[in-house]
């Protein structure tokens, strides 16, 4: 059973929009939640790293949350840009090992 | 700051037929991944080094994979013989030191498509 959970699989969103991703995790201990942006046909590219204590992070218009209690994050997208068009994966880090989601397939259309 | 390299980009072989991918990563960093990602799918860690220790190659099938980091470097990922279901894009990434820890950035590589026909 895969350890990261996300969801939706995919969706289509307007350009200008919001969208929010969500990650389930069950990988213990924890150590640190990342959030990865790979475009198609690219190596993935990271977006924000968190460790247990912090529970936002921001670079630029993604916004990454942790809730380590109930062990969810989540990845808001401000303002959607075409280039936003991607697969968004969450990868959780414990125990000396990564555990990768399989991602959130990100459309953006004019 | 140059980033992970990987070739080749694309390879088409035939079924039984071998193949080899080459890593070369940023510069100074120690640790060494390579993962196989299959079409929507997130990456699988096939082998983890440490310079030119291995450190994690649990679900590396070494019946027909084998991997290298001789000078604790560069790195070499072969297949053989290939099957069908080895159809999938192989990333190469490296990081400063071990990946459990917090903070350390993974690089990846654009990665090598392999298509096994």
């Known amino acids: 059973k895969n350890q990261v959970e996300q969801s939706p699989q995919s969706l289509i969103i307007l350009e200008g929009k919001n969208c929010t991703l969500q990650?389930?995790?069950?990988?213990?201990?924890?150590?640190?939640l990342r959030w990865y942006k790979q475009d198609t046909g690219r190596g993935p590219v990271s977006l924000t790293i968190?460790?247990?204590?912090?529970n936002t992070k921001s670079n630029g218009r993604y916004t990454a949350t942790l809730d380590a209690d109930t062990k969810q994050s989540s990845l808001h997208i401000t303002a959607s840009q075409l280039s936003d068009s991607a697969s968004y994966i969450c990868?959780?880090?414990?125990?000396?090992?990564?555990?990768f989601g399989k991602g959130n397939q990100v459309v953006v259309i004019p | 700051e140059a980033g992970v390299a990987q070739s080749p980009r694309y390879k088409i072989i035939e079924k039984r037929q071998s193949v080899a991918f080459w890593c070369n990563p940023i510069?100074?960093?120690?640790?060494l991944y390579w993962y196989q990602q299959i079409l929507g799918q997130g990456p699988k860690l096939l082998i983890q080094f440490q310079n030119n220790g291995v450190v994690d190659d649990s679900q590396l099938p070494k019946d027909r994979f084998s991997a290298e980091r001789l000078k604790g470097v560069d790195s070499t990922l072969k297949i053989q013989p290939a099957k069908l279901e080895d159809s999938a894009v192989y990333l190469c990434?490296?990081?400063?030191?071990?990946?459990?820890?917090?903070?350390?950035?993974?690089?990846f590589g654009e990665g090598s498509w392999l298509t096994v026909v």
């Open positions: 510069s100074g960093h120690a640790t």
């Open positions: 990650c389930n995790y069950t990988v213990s201990p924890f150590s640190n």
């Open positions: 990434a490296s990081s400063l030191n071990s990946k459990g820890r917090p903070g350390n950035t993974i690089y």
């Open positions: 968190m460790t247990f204590s912090e």
């Open positions: 990868v959780v880090g414990g125990n000396n090992r990564l555990a």
